[in-house]
T-cell receptor, first 115, second 108 residues
């Protein structure tokens, strides 16, 4: 099993450009998440999807959109990139039953720079 | 929302020393995880420990949910233990809330 995979690993954008970060998991998990990590800080939740067909905002959703394409895939889109979105982006997944979420597993991250 | 505080923020050890990292949280939780972020940025799951005690080799963790804290013990530290250790908790139906981490440097 590959676990959680993310593409691309690195990306440089100019202000105003758009892009989509891709995430896939092969653990048959119900829930998927997008976090961002700024230098010297912990991770902060951008959006999450408790189950296929649902998405909810996290702590820092402004400037982002998400799509839960199917049970395996959860993408994050930046419509008009800004320098404040320079960060490392992590995708994660976990199983969830009866409202209880279990251990989260993280992908390797995407390092995004917006100039 | 729930607050997560980790201490100490920075720690420098000589190889072979032991250490204890602490995580305090402000509300009841149904999930608590410890992660190691290595110098390459990869997040490695160490423990899923909403309560009780677990051990894995030189590492062990204890969560006392009623008193809202968790401890991570590292024994006989090695240079490969260097990096940032994060505690993350989940309360209710949301995702994990991370602390700001403990940056550990193990010197040979």
């Amino acid at each position: 099993n590959a676990g959680v995979t993310q593409t691309p690993k690195f990306q440089v954008l100019k202000t105003g450009q758009s892009m989509t970060l891709q995430c896939a998991q092969d653990m048959n998990h119900n829930s998927m998440y997008w976090y961002r990590q700024d230098p010297g800080m912990g991770l902060r939740l951008i959006y999450y999807s408790a189950s296929e067909g649902t998405t909810d905002k996290g702590e820092v959703p402004n400037g982002y959109n998400v799509s839960r394409l199917n049970k395996r895939e959860f993408s994050l889109r930046l419509e008009s990139a800004a320098p404040s979105q320079t960060s490392v982006y992590f995708c994660a997944s976990s199983d969830q039953t009866g409202g209880h979420s279990y251990e989260q597993y993280f992908g390797p991250g995407t390092r995004l720079t917006v100039t | 929302g729930i607050q997560v505080e980790q201490s100490p923020p920075d720690l420098i050890l000589q190889e072979g020393a032991n250490s204890t990292l602490r995580c305090n949280f402000s509300d009841s939780v149904n999930n608590l995880q410890w992660f190691h972020q290595n110098p390459w940025g990869q997040l490695i799951n160490l423990f899923y420990i909403p309560s009780g005690t677990k051990q894995n080799g030189r590492l062990s963790a204890t969560t006392v949910a009623t008193e809202r804290y968790s401890l991570l013990y590292i024994s006989s530290s090695q240079t490969t233990d260097s990096g940032v250790y994060f505690c993350a908790v989940r309360a209710g139906r949301r995702a994990l809330t991370f602390g700001s981490g403990t940056r550990l440097q193990v010197q040979p």
